[in-house]
Structures are given as C-alpha cells and as structure tokens.
Nanobody, 122 residues
Framework: VQLQASGGGLVQAGDSLRLSCAAS????????MGWFRQAPGKEREFVAR????????YYADSVKDRFTISKDNAKNTMYLQMNSLKPEDTAVYYCASTTNFGATMPRQYNYWGQGTQVTVSS
C-alpha cells in the first residue's frame, strides 16, 4: 500500500481542516489505518485510528471530541476532520496503515505517507 497525505495548511485557532490520505493498491480494505503527528523537536504521536471496515474509531485524549477519523473504502481514502484547531495541534500529520488491530504506536504501523504540514496560529 502506498499512501499520500494532503489537506494541510495554515489556519487560525478555532478553524477547521480536513486531511485526506489516498491509498493505492487493491488491499486498502485489508488495512487498519491511523493518523499520527510530529511537532518540531517532539516524537511522533498517535492521533486517531480506524479499523479496516471503517469502524471502531479511537482517538488520543488531546483530540477527542474535536477530530473525526473516517475511511471510504470505495474511494481508497481516509480522512481526518479537524475542528476547533489549537496552536498545539501544529505538526506534520502522517497517515499510516497496519495489519495490527488496535495499534497506537508508530512501530506497529507498516506503511506511511509522506506527511502534510498543519500550522495553527493563535
């Protein structure tokens, strides 16, 4: 599976963005998917994950009730709707896929997209 993240940009606090992760390959439906982010000088951290069926969404506490992950298997695309953005959400956002269910650690993911920059100004 090859992944390409897009949709990042520069927004103000309180604004919304929707990230997309387009996947190539016929086996997209077989993978659980996740979003991670990495701010300068910090480790890559888990944001959200979703099952291969597009169910069982799970979020980091820092984004719960603000972000929504979804997956459209017909379009081979995963999304991350980000609302009420905060300056601390500023990071490069990565999408990733895994055959592991319930994975929240970067090392548990097999394939990664190239990342898209999200910058939230105060």
């Amino acid at each position: 599976v090859q992944l390409q993240a897009s949709g990042g940009g520069l927004v103000q606090a309180g604004d919304s963005l929707r990230l997309s992760c387009a996947a190539s390959g016929r086996t997209f439906t077989a993978y659980n998917m996740g979003w991670f982010r990495q701010a300068p000088g910090k480790e890559r951290e888990f944001v959200a994950r979703i099952s291969w069926r597009g169910g069982s969404p799970y979020y980091a506490d820092s984004v719960k009730d603000r972000f929504t992950i979804s997956k459209d298997n017909a379009k081979n695309t995963m999304y991350l709707q980000m609302n009420s953005l905060k300056p601390e959400d500023t990071a490069v956002y990565y999408c990733a896929s895994t055959t592991n269910f319930g994975a929240t650690m970067p090392r548990q993911y097999n394939y990664w997209g190239q990342g898209t920059q999200v910058t939230v100004s105060s």
